[in-house]
Nanobody
């Protein structure tokens, strides 16, 4: 069974920073890990993605402000999202996502990020 545990959300003023973490445990061959977000009344959107080969991809709205990275320790993989220069429009629930073989897709429980002006 695969488990994703997120942490690091919270409230911050515009211009501030937050770092999200997602620990992935369980038996899975990972193709990519990423972060998505969903604001009230909007669809879930991709924020950033990192492949098993280290290739990264960012939404245009966060390029230059957010950085995705990953690490591996024993049987656990961790994906991070460093968010700098936060804006009120970054307010959303952020979800960790893992893509495995055979189109397997796993989601974290979500963590709230609130940016006040």
């Amino acid at each position: 069974q695969v488990h994703l545990v997120e942490s690091g959300g919270g409230s911050v003023q515009a211009g501030g920073s937050l770092r999200l973490s997602c620990v992935v445990s369980g038996s899975i061959s990972i193709n990519a890990m990423g972060w998505y977000r969903q604001a009230p009344g909007k669809q879930r959107e991709l924020v950033a993605l990192i492949t098993s080969g280290g290739i990264t991809n960012y939404a245009d709205s966060v390029t230059g402000r957010f950085t995705i990275s990953s690490s591996r320790d024993n049987a656990k993989n961790t994906v991070y999202l460093q968010m700098n220069s936060l804006k009120p429009e970054d307010t959303a629930v952020y979800y960790c996502n893992v893509k495995g073989q055979f189109d397997l897709n796993y989601w974290g429980q979500g963590t709230q990020v609130t940016v006040s002006s």
